[in-house]
């Protein structure tokens, strides 16, 4: 136990090295290509801090071990929306762009149930995956597409801004290239320590590898979006650290799940307590961000207490199914036919009364500049 531990911690320690790496080389290199912040929040940020998950799904997929591949992409996918946003949003207000509520939150919800269609099988296919890797291709594309229209004077002086200026040579072309090779390989390394730990420990307290995929491996392949949210809301780069999440979410679905269906070569089975429950929660969650984000197009503080108070309340329901207890009926009727449907009543009621002009002066000076020239 005391070595797969060290693994866990080791493999982890590499994952948020890797990915920072990463997404500094990669930023940095996409500024240079005139690329805009929130394209880069919600593409390179985004994807580079789902590398983990994509490092840690595949070496997963590839040993056989498709619960832990099925369960991160879900847990990560619930952790970053109940839990990073959630815990961002108590420290401040976070603001959310017009693009995200008109653009990215309605695909993310839409790719959410796709991938519910695809596995009423049972079985996410080969066929699947590549259907969902072709849609994470168009997807970038048209958000890169998109962030051309925009000047460069007014790409480098929002990247100035939430970034910091970035000299041009060819040795900041080379020294990124660098940052991105080695945070490649520290990820690569990383998820084979991480999926050996977590096999382990899952097979010495005897919990299914479903069960460590959607606690432990989700939330400790989430840590650089934790990082990178929780960094840009105390720097006051709030539309970052929403974009990187709903890009990670987007990015988790298309491309991770669909590169791991691809090279599983049988597919990822999906149980079903995954069918009936989990993805059906991965589901509401992204919903829920609808009304929230609908809400002022700000995530208030309340709305951020709800989110973390869900996730204990998942993860409590998960710890409960797997001991098999006695209270889980118990547990699930009152989430069913009490919490959830005040939750839904009391999210209709705030976003029937709110108003654009109704939100707290402390709430509109939240928002960024760059949330008045999003798409």
């Known amino acids: 136990m005391t070595v797969a531990i060290l693994l866990l911690i080791a493999g982890g320690g590499l994952l948020l090295v890797g990915?920072?790496?990463?997404?500094?080389?990669?930023?940095?290199?996409?500024?240079?290509?005139?690329?805009?912040?929130?394209?880069?929040?919600?593409?390179?940020?985004?994807?580079?801090?789902?590398?983990?998950?994509?490092?840690?799904?595949?070496?997963?997929?590839?040993?056989?071990?498709g619960d832990i591949a099925l369960g991160n992409v879900i847990g990560s996918n619930i952790f970053n929306v109940l839990v990073i946003l959630g815990l961002s949003s108590l420290v401040a207000p976070l603001p959310?762009?017009?693009?995200?509520?008109?653009?990215?939150?309605?695909?993310?919800?839409?790719?959410?149930?796709?991938?519910?269609?695809?596995?009423?099988?049972?079985?996410?296919?080969?066929?699947?995956?590549?259907?969902?890797?072709i849609g994470g291709v168009v997807y970038t594309l048209f958000l890169v597409y998109q962030s051309r229209k925009e000047t460069n004077?007014?790409?480098?002086?929002?990247?100035?801004?939430?970034?910091?200026p970035t000299p041009v040579g060819r040795t900041t072309w080379v020294t990124n290239l660098v940052f991105?090779?080695?945070?490649?390989?520290?990820?690569v390394v990383g998820s084979r320590l991480f999926v050996t730990g977590a096999v382990s420990i899952a097979q010495s307290l005897g919990v299914s590898q479903l069960v460590i995929g959607l606690t432990i491996v989700a939330a400790g392949t989430s840590l650089p979006e934790l990082a990178t949210s929780a960094v840009a809301t105390f720097r006051g780069e709030r539309d970052i650290a929403v974009g990187n999440v709903v890009g990670s979410n987007i990015f988790n679905i298309l491309t991770v799940l669909g590169v791991t269906a691809v090279t599983s070569g049988v597919g990822i089975s999906?149980?079903?307590?995954?069918?009936?429950?989990?993805?059906?929660?991965m589901v509401a969650v992204a919903l829920a961000c609808l009304p929230i984000f609908l809400t002022g197009n700000v995530i208030s503080r309340w709305e951020g207490m709800l989110f973390s108070a869900y996730y204990v309340a998942y993860v409590t329901y998960l710890i409960l199914r797997a001991a098999d207890h006695a209270q889980l009926g118990l547990f699930s009727q009152?989430?069913?036919?009490?919490?959830?449907?005040?939750?839904?009543?009391?999210?209709?009621?705030?976003?029937?009364?709110?108003r654009p002009g109704d939100r707290p002066a402390a709430e509109k000076k939240a928002q960024l500049p760059s949330d008045t020239h999003s798409r």
């Open 334 to 354: 009152v989430m069913l036919l009490f919490v959830m449907p005040l939750t839904v009543v009391t999210l209709a009621l705030v976003v029937i009364k709110s």
């Open 153 to 164: 004077a007014e790409v480098q002086s929002e990247y100035d801004r939430e970034y910091g």
């Open 270 to 281: 999906i149980p079903n307590s995954v069918l009936y429950f989990d993805l059906p929660v």
């Open 96 to 133: 959310v762009a017009q693009q995200l509520i008109k653009l990215d939150v309605p695909i993310m919800v839409g790719i959410s149930a796709l991938l519910l269609f695809f596995s009423f099988d049972h079985l996410l296919q080969p066929s699947d995956g590549i259907i969902l890797f």
């Open 19 to 65: 990915a920072e790496a990463l997404v500094r080389g990669a930023s940095k290199l996409a500024a240079l290509l005139g690329i805009s912040p929130l394209i880069i929040g919600l593409t390179i940020v985004a994807y580079g801090t789902s590398a983990p998950e994509m490092a840690v799904s595949v070496q997963s997929s590839l040993a056989g071990q």
């Open 180 to 187: 991105m090779g080695v945070g490649l390989v520290a990820l």
